[in-house]
């Protein structure tokens, strides 16, 4: 138990649907990430928010939209998606102000199964 | 943007045997963190071991440690007596200082020989 919790383990959705996934941190973090990974590549950094800003969004598409109304809570609302972006979606959580020998490791949730068909 | 390589995308080793996953890393600051997490079928990724750059003392976790070479950007991680549960996919991952995006490598899967 890393105490990020992602929700729902897995999803299968149509490409005209509309889903959401859930993070949620019991670490005290004040920094969250949304990252996606697909079959034989690397982790792919989607959207990273400090202190419930987003700081980094990595030419996502729009169809991706993330939402981090506190620094404990982050969403990836999902809409009219492809095929081609059933993945596996990791949440992570790391402390934000490096250099105060402070944990600088993310940690991850168990992810959520993602299928588009 | 910085890149993380991991040239062996399949690693196998006998029980209570040592191997070495190979990472390299591209980058022009001098500051930053590499770390290795593993990734078992369970999907959960959980950091093994991390390093300091500014640190020349390489990182040691029990079984685990690593060979940090700065001026070769060089990052391997070793596992010594290799256990059953140490197969899983093996990730290397980047973090500047001050930036909190980590970059991940594309893996290596160790499979472990009874």
């Known amino acids: 138990e890393t105490g990020v919790t992602q929700t729902p383990r897995h999803l299968v959705m149509g490409m005209t649907n509309k889903k959401s996934l859930k993070c949620e941190q019991h670490?005290?973090?004040?920094?969250m990430y949304w990252y996606k990974q697909s079959a034989k590549k690397p982790l792919e950094l989607m959207f990273v928010?400090?202190?419930?800003?987003?700081?980094e969004n990595n030419s996502v598409p729009s169809r991706f939209s993330p939402e981090c109304p506190n620094s404990s809570h982050l969403f990836l609302h999902l809409h009219t998606l492809q095929p081609e972006d059933s993945a596996l979606y990791l949440c992570?959580?790391?402390?934000?102000?490096?250099?105060?020998?402070?944990?600088?490791?993310?940690?991850f949730g168990q992810g959520t199964r993602l299928t588009v068909v | 943007a910085q890149t993380v390589t991991q040239s062996q995308p399949e690693m196998s080793v006998q029980e209570a045997e040592t191997v070495t996953l190979s990472c390299t890393y591209d980058?022009?600051?001098?500051?930053?963190?590499l770390f290795w997490y593993k990734q078992p079928p369970s999907r959960q990724m959980i950091l093994v071991i991390r390093?300091?750059?500014?640190?020349?003392q390489n990182a040691t976790e029990n079984r685990f440690s690593v060979n940090f070479q700065k001026a070769a950007k060089s990052f391997s991680l070793k596992i010594s007596d290799s256990q059953l549960g140490d197969a899983a996919m093996y990730f290397c991952?980047?973090?500047?200082?001050?930036?909190?995006?980590?970059?991940f490598g594309a893996g290596t899967r160790l499979t472990v020989k009874p």
């Open positions: 390093q300091e750059a500014y640190k020349q």
């Open positions: 980058t022009s600051e001098s500051d930053y963190y």
């Open positions: 670490l005290g973090h004040n920094a």
């Open positions: 991952a980047y973090r500047e200082y001050n930036n909190n995006d980590m970059r």
């Open positions: 928010y400090n202190f419930k800003e987003q700081t």
């Open positions: 992570a959580s790391s402390q934000d102000r490096l250099g105060t020998g402070r944990r600088t490791e993310a940690f």
